[in-house]
């Protein structure tokens, strides 16, 4: 199995940039669809982002133009750029070996996350 670990998140003011990091032991990336979820305060959780294991990228509507997935397998790492941050991508980011919906990804995928927190 897979562990993963999320860093990256912190306090930055609108229009700005974050770029988060997961990176991956126990396990190669290589043939894993690599997806970036998120949580906001008071809502459900929320896919972001997703790159397959051949690299194409898929992003949802509320990000396409700010946020680029990309993943380097070698380093066993995918990350998130975040540009031109809005206060409502405020939420816990989470990265999961799966690029499936939020009902379907079991518990114990769920890590610990990283803050994002964008406010001015």
């Known amino acids: 199995q897979v562990q993963l670990v999320e860093s990256g998140g912190g306090l930055v003011q609108p229009g700005g940039s974050l770029r988060l990091s997961c990176v991956a032991s126990?396990?190669?990336?290589?043939?894993?669809?690599m997806g970036w979820f998120r949580q906001a305060p008071g809502k459900d959780r929320e896919g972001v982002s997703c790159i397959t294991s051949d690299g194409s990228a898929y992003y949802a509507d509320s990000v396409k133009g700010r946020f680029t997935i990309s993943r380097d397998n070698a380093k066993s790492t995918v990350w998130l750029q975040m540009n031109s941050l809005k206060p409502e991508d405020t939420g816990v980011y989470y990265c999961?070996?799966?690029?499936?919906?939020?009902?379907?990804?079991?518990?114990?995928?769920w890590g610990q996350g990283t803050q994002v927190t964008v406010s001015s």
């Open positions: 126990g396990s190669t990336l290589d043939y894993y669809n």
């Open positions: 999961i070996p799966s690029c499936t919906t939020v009902q379907a990804i079991p518990d114990e995928y």
